[in-house]
């Protein structure tokens, strides 16, 4: 885990309404099957997460009516 992973958390409990233990384990849950790609040998090229982040917060806030 990294700080750009458990920094998601406050993301997830801000804007998607989250509580902080599941905001947890669902980054915790995300880091260790994005880990798994390694461990079973399937070459994995990292860092699809990152520009998806700022898209499901505009989406989120087009669908609330938040602009």
């Known amino acids: ?6 920094g998601a958390i406050t ?13 947890l384990a669902v980054v915790v849950l995300n880091g ?6 390694h461990l079973l040998g399937d070459p994995v090229i990292p860092g ?3 520009p998806a982040v700022p898209l499901l917060v505009c989406v989120r806030r087009a669908i609330s009516g938040r602009a």
């Open 48 to 50: 699809w997460i990152t």
């Open 1 to 6: 885990m990294c700080a750009v992973d458990l």
């Open 32 to 37: 260790l099957l994005y880990l798994a790609h």
């Open 11 to 23: 993301l997830l409990a801000d804007h998607l309404g989250m509580p902080f233990d599941v905001a």
